[in-house]
């Protein structure tokens, strides 16, 4: 059971260039989501879905977009690339039945911009 | 505004002692407590939750504690095994709403 894929485990970007992480997951979760960890900051949302066709803005979104096309994909598409956005991403999901139900995350994909 | 706040970024315990992870949060909404477990290189996974209806809940070596009228929840592990060094997150999740806040982290080194 493969559980929450993401891919790249690495990347590196130029200012201003523009990429998607890919996330996927195999357990027909409807609640996905997308947060960054940086040193000193925790685990900060970006954008979540609570099913196909539906997306929210977290904590901090902006110079990001998500869509959810399907229940299995959740991308994060930078637009344009900042030094700020050096971060390493991860990629959640959990079923919506059972509020205390936990999230099942990726291993990340680890992003520096220069 | 940090809702979920944990204030020790550090912790080193001995072996087969007892390790106690604080947090400390604002919001009177939150209905749900989680911990996670971190180690290098990979994703959080879930190790203990807890309902703000409770103020306890045990798996094995590790509780939780929850003081709903201080807002402090902890995380007790006994005995302390060097598998558990790792940084540890604390996050909370809204009633009617699907969102989890986590705090900063707490780095956990179990001294063999």
């Known amino acids: 059971n493969a559980g929450v894929t993401q891919t790249p485990k690495f990347q590196v970007l130029k200012t201003g260039q523009s990429m998607t992480l890919q996330c996927a997951q195999d357990?027909?979760?409807?609640?996905m989501s997308w947060y960054r960890q940086d040193p000193g900051m925790g685990l900060r949302l970006i954008h979540y879905?609570?099913?196909?066709?539906?997306?929210d803005q977290g904590e901090v979104p902006n110079g990001y977009n998500v869509s959810r096309s399907t229940t299995e994909d959740f991308p994060l598409r930078l637009l344009s690339a900042a030094p700020s956005q050096t971060s390493v991403y991860f990629c959640?999901?959990?079923?919506?039945?059972?509020?205390?139900?936990?999230?099942?995350f990726g291993n990340g994909t680890r992003l520096t911009v220069t | 505004d940090q809702q979920v706040k944990q204030n020790s970024p550090s912790l080193s315990v001995q072996e087969g002692r007892i390790s106690i992870l604080n947090c400390d949060y604002t919001?009177?909404?939150?209905?749900?407590f989680l911990w996670y477990k971190k180690y290098p290189a990979e994703g959080p996974t879930f190790l203990i939750s807890?309902?703000?209806?409770?103020d306890k809940n045990e798996d094995g070596r590790f509780t939780v504690f929850l003081n709903k009228s201080a807002k402090h929840l902890s995380l007790h592990i006994v005995p302390s095994q060097p598998g558990d060094s790792a940084v540890y997150f604390c996050a909370a999740k809204d009633f009617g709403n699907e969102k989890l806040t986590f705090g900063t982290g707490t780095r956990l080194t179990i001294i063999p």
């Open positions: 879905s609570v099913g196909a066709g539906i997306t």
């Open positions: 357990m027909n979760h409807e609640y």
């Open positions: 807890i309902s703000s209806i409770k």
């Open positions: 919001n009177s909404m939150f209905d749900y």
């Open positions: 959640a999901s959990r079923p919506r039945t059972g509020a205390g139900s936990p999230l099942h």
